[in-house]
């Protein structure tokens, strides 16, 4: 890792650990609840593959990890490189009782299980904070099985130019004053909406998944475009 992928990976992962106690309650306000629905979808999407092995990575909170335990037989490994934000990941499912999540610490760009490894892999708005995304992806490429599926949910950018302009209004002034009010850390909140503008827009990172190797690859819209699921197969 050169300095200044370092330097992104600390700044991301401090942001991290600052918004973790906030983090479900702001997802909520943020996206007017939206988000909780998109993330039942993907297991939606995953039981249909009857998966065994599933790996949630940039897990959080651990929410997509809780849905995905739901598939019978499932065995779901939740990965994250915020030690706060798995922390409240573990009480949930301490508290629901769950015992076929396992929770650890680690890089979406240095994945530590073996190739070919899971039928589903998930990764719920986190691949734009990826400190290299092509080097991410290609790792998610690598332990999942042949025919096994990526989706992935991640903000977007709405491409209607009536629509983009509500989507600038919210995210430049809603989401900044409720993020100072309900959280004191609007920079913090802030950078995270630079990260949606900087992520290369739907049909780029189709383009990116084909390249690194995905084929069959689909795209649900939500909320009018501001977030997009990505359904990819290797």
Do not use: Q
Request: aromatic residues 10%; charged residues 25%.
């Amino acid at each position: 890792m050169n300095n200044s992928k370092s330097t992104n990976f600390v700044r991301i992962k401090n942001i991290f650990e600052s918004i973790s106690n906030e983090y479900d309650f702001m997802n909520d306000l943020m996206t007017l609840r939206n988000h909780s629905k998109w993330k039942k979808e993907i297991a939606e999407i995953a039981i249909a593959s009857s998966p065994k092995r599933i790996l949630d990575i940039a897990t959080g909170t651990g929410d997509i990890a809780i849905n995905l335990s739901k598939i019978n037989g499932s065995k779901i490994e939740g990965v994250d490189i915020s030690d706060n934000m798995l922390k409240v990941a573990r009480k949930k499912i301490k508290e629901l009782k769950i015992n076929n999540i396992n929770f650890k610490t680690c890089e979406a760009e240095n994945l530590v299980f073996e190739d070919n490894h899971f039928d589903i892999i998930s990764i719920g708005y986190g691949v734009r904070n990826f400190s290299n995304l092509e080097k991410g992806l290609n790792e998610s490429y690598r332990v999942l099985k042949k025919d096994g599926k990526l989706i992935i949910l991640e903000t977007s950018v709405p491409e209607n130019p009536i629509i983009k302009f509500l989507y600038t209004l919210i995210t430049r002034v809603y989401i900044p004053i409720i993020a100072f009010i309900f959280s004191g850390k609007t920079k913090a909140y802030l950078y995270l909406l630079d990260s949606t503008d900087k992520f290369p827009p739907k049909n780029k990172f189709v383009e990116i998944l084909y390249k690194t190797g995905f084929e069959k690859i689909e795209t649900r819209k939500k909320l009018y475009g501001a977030s997009t699921i990505y359904i990819a197969s290797k």
